[in-house]
């Protein structure tokens, strides 16, 4: 079936510089997409949204950009800290003609690494 | 913060054997999921429930049920355990409230280990 999917497992970046993690899509329907991150034990946890009205949103030190004419979603971190070591995952909700929604499809993930 | 629980968080238990794993959300979402996720992997959602009384199942076929009672507590229970099961269970809810976004709120998974 139609997945969403990273295209590296492995990100290392040094401690300060930003970190752009990449996310491919292959569902033209998907209408809304998630970026969660996942630290070792723990569950996803939300870090920033953006509907597929959309180019560009900005949180706290994140960014996500959305292409949708080659179907790419990228999750930019400005100054990498120790403390964004994580897994990070894009999911992508594609409606439904019911209009609800049977749950988000997630991505493989790519674990970041923050050298010192 | 999201206000989602789960428990126990890890367990080791025998073939055979059955298991109720515990979710309950203070948040008063009416959507609630349950995803399997090896290690490292991709999340799989095996069950999901948009209200009580409602149940569904996912993308990935699973030997597990759910029920829905009560809206803040969505148990999953395994019949009889094979460490083919072995994996981490998430389980999450949602606001969801149509127009297309459906942010869901994830406790801290139950990590299951069968023998």
């Known amino acids: 079936g139609e997945s969403v999917g990273l295209h590296l497992p492995t990100l290392s970046v040094q401690e300060g510089d930003n970190s752009i993690i990449n996310c491919a899509y292959s569902?033209?329907?998907?209408?809304?997409f998630i970026w969660y991150k996942q630290e070792s034990g723990k569950g996803p946890q939300f870090i920033i949204d953006?509907?597929?009205?959309?180019d560009k949103r900005q949180g706290q030190r994140v960014t996500v950009l959305l292409n949708k004419t080659v179907k790419h979603l990228s999750l930019q971190i400005a100054a990498t800290q120790p403390g964004d070591s994580a897994v990070y995952f894009c999911a992508e909700n594609i409606p439904h003609s019911g209009g609800g929604a049977d749950g988000l499809t997630f991505g493989k993930g790519t674990h970041l690494i923050i050298q010192p | 913060e999201a206000d989602i629980y789960q428990t126990p968080r890890y367990l080791v238990i025998g073939t055979g054997k059955k298991i109720t794993l515990e979710c309950s959300q203070t948040?008063?979402?009416?959507?609630m999921y349950w995803y399997q996720q090896d290690p490292g992997m991709e999340l799989h959602l095996i069950h999901y429930s948009y209200g009580v009384n409602s149940t569904e199942k996912g993308d990935l076929s699973s030997e597990s049920t759910v029920s829905r009672i009560r809206t803040e507590h969505f148990p999953l229970t395994l019949e009889s355990a094979r460490p083919s099961h072995t994996s981490q269970y998430l389980c999450?809810?949602?606001?969801?409230?149509?127009?297309?976004?459906?942010?869901?709120?994830f406790g801290p998974g139950t990590r299951l280990t069968v023998l």
């Open positions: 569902n033209s329907a998907s209408d809304y």
């Open positions: 999450a809810s949602s606001d969801y409230s149509g127009g297309g976004t459906d942010t869901q709120y």
């Open positions: 948040m008063g979402h009416d959507k």
């Open positions: 953006i509907r597929s009205n959309m």
